[in-house]
C-alpha cells in the first residue's frame, strides 16, 4: 500500500480515529500478523481463533504506526475504531484497488486455482506490469492482503478467489472488481461448507454472473458441470480444454518423463511442470493473454522455464530414488492426477504414500474408498495410508485383493520408519495428503535418509 494518512484511512472506513489529532499521521503499510510486521505499518486487529486484539501490543513493540480497532485498546499509538476488523479490511483493499485502478483477472475453482495465476502472471507479464500474490493469499483475508501489496505502477493485477462457505464469492468479487473472469474447475473440494458438485459449481460460477456481462469469462470446457450452469445462466464464456472441442485447445499431447510437450495454435508449448494438470492451467494463461495481444509462441517460451512451487507436484532425484513431493493439499480429483501422472514417470517400483482428504463432508468414507480402486486403477506397487479415515481406503483395498497396502492411523513415526524400510534403489514415490497432515514430515526424513548431502 502506498504510504496514507490515518485521516484518510478512518474515512474511506467510516471508523473513528483516536486521537483526532493523529489525522495526519502517515501508515507506510498494512498488517494482520505480528510476525510479519515492518515499521510504520497499520496493524489490523482481526478476530478468529487468535483475537488480533491481544497483539496490539506486540504490534506496537515492533513498530506499528497505528492499529485498526474493533473496540478500545490501551495503547500508546493511534488507533482506528470500526465495528468489524474483517469487513475494515476488505473495504480498505477495495478503495485501493479503485485508486490503484489495474486491470483485474480473478481465478476460481475447485483446484489449479494457484498454478493458473502464476501461469496467467508469468504470460503477462512479457507486456505488462502485473501483480501476483507471492503466497498463496486467496481469502476474505489474504485477497485484501495481497491487493494492498501492488505497487502503484501496476497495470495488471492477477487473483485467486478461494471459498469454503456459501456466500464468500460475493464479497471477494466485490473486493477485486474483477475485469477478467477465470474458472478452472469443479471437484470435491470444500464440500462440507459447500455441499453438492452442482452447489459448488453455483458458487463457483457467480464470479462470471457478478462482473459486467462484457467482461471476458474462461471456462474449463472439460469440467461439464461448469458448462450446464453456464447454459443455464445463459452467460458467454470462452473455452478452454484438452478433451473437448473448445476454443483453446492443447493438441499433439506428449510427455517426457512426466512433463508435458503440448501444441496450441501453432505454438508448441514445453512444460517443467508434471502430469496433465498443468496444461489446463497453461491454456488459461494462453487464452487470458490473447486477449491482451500476447501471441501464443511469445506465452509458450515465457512458460517454458515456469517452475513448480514447492511441494505442488515437485519431482526431484534424491540417491537412487525419486519423490513426487505434492503434499501441498489433497482431493479426490488432485489424488487421482497425481496418480495418473506417476504412469508417466519410468520407475522400478511406485509407492504412494497418502494421507486423509479432509472437507469431503458426509460422503467422506465414500470418496476415501474410492482410492482404492485408484491405487489399482494407476498400478500402484505399494500404498502407505496415513490418517483415520484411510482406513476406508485401506478395507476396501485389501477387500479387493490389493495386499501391498498398509494402515497407520495416528502414530507418524511407525509410518515414516516402516516407509525407511519399504523404498527400494529406482523406486519412485508419491507423498500426498490434505495440509494439516503434515506430509511433507515424509518429505524430510527421505531426504535425510536417501540424499543426506541435499539435507545439511
Given at each position: 500500500m502506498k504510504p496514507e494518512q490515518l485521516g484518510k484511512i478512518a474515512k474511506i472506513l467510516g471508523g473513528r480515529l483516536e486521537p483526532a489529532e493523529a489525522e495526519r499521521v502517515y501508515a507506510g503499510g498494512v498488517c494482520t500478523d505480528t510476525r510479519m510486521l515492518s515499521p510504520g505499518d497499520i496493524f489490523i486487529a482481526l478476530e478468529g481463533e487468535r483475537d488480533g486484539h491481544n497483539f496490539v501490543m506486540d504490534a506496537y513493540s515492533k513498530g506499528a504506526i497505528a492499529a485498526i480497532v474493533s473496540r478500545d485498546v490501551q495503547i500508546p499509538i493511534p488507533q482506528i475504531i470500526v465495528s468489524d476488523t474483517l469487513e475494515a479490511l476488505g473495504n480498505l483493499a477495495m478503495e485501493y484497488r479503485k485508486a490503484i485502478a489495474p486491470r483485474v483477472v480473478a481465478i476460481t475453482g475447485s483446484v489449479?486455482?494457484?498454478?493458473?495465476?502464476?501461469?496467467?502472471?508469468?504470460?503477462?507479464?512479457t507486456r505488462f506490469s502485473v501483480h501476483s500474490a507471492k503466497k498463496n493469499y486467496n481469502n476474505l483475508i489474504g485477497l485484501p492482503l495481497s491487493l494492498l501489496d501492488m505497487k502503484e505502477n501496476t497495470e495488471i493485477a492477477v487473483v485467486e478467489l478461494g471459498i469454503n462457505q456459501s456466500g464468500e464469492i460475493e464479497r471477494l468479487?466485490?473486493?477485486?472488481?474483477?475485469?477478467?473472469?477465470?474458472?478452472?474447475?469443479?471437484?470435491?473440494?470444500?464440500?462440507?461448507?459447500?455441499?453438492?458438485?452442482?452447489?459448488?459449481?453455483?458458487?463457483?460460477?457467480?464470479?462470471?454472473?457478478?462482473?459486467?456481462?462484457?467482461?471476458?469469462?474462461?471456462?474449463?470446457?472439460?469440467?461439464?458441470?461448469?458448462?450446464?450452469?453456464?447454459?443455464?445462466?445463459?452467460?458467454?464464456?470462452?473455452?478452454?480444454?484438452i478433451d473437448s472441442d473448445a476454443e483453446f485447445r492443447a493438441e499433439n499431447i506428449s510427455f517426457e518423463d512426466g512433463r508435458p510437450h503440448f501444441t496450441v495454435g501453432d505454438a508448441r508449448f514445453e512444460l517443467k511442470l508434471l502430469g496433465r494438470a498443468p496444461i489446463y492451467a497453461a491454456l488459461a494463461a494462453v487464452a487470458v493473454a490473447k486477449i491482451f495481444d500476447i501471441p501464443e509462441p511469445i506465452a509458450a517460451e515465457a512458460l517454458r522455464t515456469f517452475q513448480p512451487r514447492e511441494h505442488r507436484m515437485n519431482l526431484f532425484d534424491c540417491g537412487d530414488i525419486k519423490i513426487l513431493d505434492?503434499?501441498?493439499?489433497?482431493?479426490?480429483?488432485?489424488?487421482?492426477?497425481?496418480?495418473?501422472?506417476?504412469?508417466?514417470?519410468?520407475?522400478?517400483?511406485?509407492?504412494?504414500?497418502?494421507?486423509?482428504?479432509?472437507?469431503?463432508?458426509?460422503?467422506?468414507?465414500?470418496?476415501?474408498?474410492?482410492?482404492?480402486?485408484?491405487?489399482?486403477?494407476?498400478?500402484?506397487?505399494?500404498?502407505?495410508?496415513?490418517?483415520?479415515?484411510?482406513?476406508?481406503?485401506?478395507?476396501?483395498?485389501?477387500?479387493?485383493?490389493?495386499?501391498?497396502?498398509?494402515?497407520?492411523?495416528?502414530?507418524?513415526?511407525?509410518?515414516?520408519?516402516?516407509?525407511?524400510?519399504?523404498?527400494?534403489a529406482g523406486d519412485l514415490i508419491l507423498i500426498k495428503g490434505s495440509h494439516s497432515m503434515e506430509m511433507e514430515r515424509f518429505v524430510k526424513a527421505l531426504v535425510e535418509n536417501f540424499c543426506e548431502e541435499d539435507a545439511e
Open positions: 489449479g486455482k494457484t498454478t493458473a495465476r502464476e501461469m496467467i502472471a508469468v504470460a503477462l507479464k468479487v466485490e473486493i477485486a472488481i474483477p475485469d477478467v473472469g477465470v474458472i478452472t474447475s469443479v471437484a470435491p473440494v470444500h464440500l462440507e461448507g459447500l455441499g453438492s458438485l452442482d452447489k459448488i459449481a453455483e458458487e463457483k460460477f457467480k464470479l462470471a454472473t457478478m462482473i459486467s456481462p462484457d467482461a471476458p469469462v474462461f471456462v474449463n470446457a472439460d469440467s461439464q458441470v461448469l458448462l450446464d450452469v453456464a447454459k443455464k445462466h445463459e452467460r458467454k464464456v470462452i473455452t478452454y480444454g505434492d503434499c501441498y493439499n489433497s482431493s479426490p480429483a488432485a489424488l487421482e492426477e497425481a496418480l495418473k501422472t506417476m504412469s508417466f514417470i519410468k520407475a522400478k517400483g511406485k509407492i504412494a504414500v497418502l494421507g486423509d482428504m479432509l472437507e469431503l463432508g458426509k460422503d467422506e468414507k465414500k470418496y476415501h474408498r474410492e482410492v482404492a480402486n485408484m491405487l489399482e486403477k494407476y498400478a500402484i506397487d505399494e500404498a502407505i495410508l496415513f490418517g483415520k479415515l484411510m482406513k476406508s481406503a485401506f478395507d476396501e483395498a485389501r477387500k479387493n485383493g490389493f495386499s501391498d497396502v498398509k494402515l497407520f492411523e495416528d502414530d507418524f513415526a511407525e509410518a515414516r520408519d516402516y516407509l525407511l524400510k519399504t523404498v527400494r
